[in-house]
């Protein structure tokens, strides 16, 4: 079966400090892989998506950047975090474009 | 981005109770997802429907495809006190996903 891991699953970083989240999905190939922010529990943002290895769509013009140097790796980075950048990071993926299922999330606190 | 409207924001409803929550869009969707959502936690699918008309149950839960593919519908029966959560619902189209505001369900024993 697939599953999805997010780590870390809380982080508190310093302003301006950099950021690396990691997605990794087990058990199915070639998924495309998105990066969602969400903020006060509601309204899931689309920041990134990935239809393959090397291959980043943003939506959303913004301080963060996306990478997959592999399969089924996501990267989510920042050179220099803001404030705004606190918020529950949800990485997901799917098959077909037909279903999409989530990981656990990591929380982010920039203080 | 697309936007789908979905109501209600807010439920309290008594433990026993049925509930029904909508989502509607002005663009045309070719799958509709329904998830709910724990505090602290990844959303979680719940259902999903994939033709236009499509009538699908999980357990209490009831969901369905508008016809004109343009809205859905998620039931649930008999509340517990664990349906307590946001619930999402999602259409995709394209490459995406695009995801309704959320209800956030309270459920009183």
């Known amino acids: 079966s697939q599953t999805i891991h997010q780590w870390p699953a809380t982080l508190v970083q310093p302003v301006g400090s950099p950021l690396s989240l990691e997605c990794t999905v087990e058990?199915?190939?070639?998924?495309?892989l998105y990066w969602y922010r969400q903020a006060a529990g509601r309204g899931l943002q689309l920041l990134f998506y990935s239809v393959g290895i090397g291959q980043i769509s943003s939506e959303v013009p913004q301080n963060l950047s996306a990478s997959r140097p592999q399969d089924r790796q996501f990267i989510l980075s920042s050179k220099k975090l803001l404030l705004s950048d606190s918020g529950f990071y949800l990485c997901?993926?799917?098959?077909?474009?037909?279903?999409?299922?989530f990981g656990p999330g990591t929380r982010l606190l920039v203080l | 981005g697309q936007q789908l409207n979905q109501s209600p924001q807010s439920m309290f409803i008594q433990e026993g109770e049925d509930v029904s929550m909508n989502c509607t869009s002005s663009?045309?969707?070719?799958?509709w997802l329904w998830y709910k959502q724990d505090p602290g936690e990844g959303p979680v699918l719940l259902i999903a429907?994939?033709?236009?008309?499509e009538l699908t149950s999980n357990g209490r839960l009831t969901a369905q495809f508008g016809i004109t593919r343009k809205d859905s519908f998620l039931n649930i029966s008999a509340s517990i006190p664990s349906d307590v959560g946001i619930y999402f619902c999602a259409g995709h189209t394209g490459n995406q996903f695009y995801f309704g505001t959320g209800t956030s369900l309270t459920v009183i024993p």
């Open positions: 997901a993926w799917s098959v077909s474009q037909e279903t999409q299922y």
């Open positions: 429907l994939y033709k236009a008309g």
């Open positions: 663009s045309i969707f070719n799958t």
């Open positions: 058990g199915t190939s070639n998924p495309n």
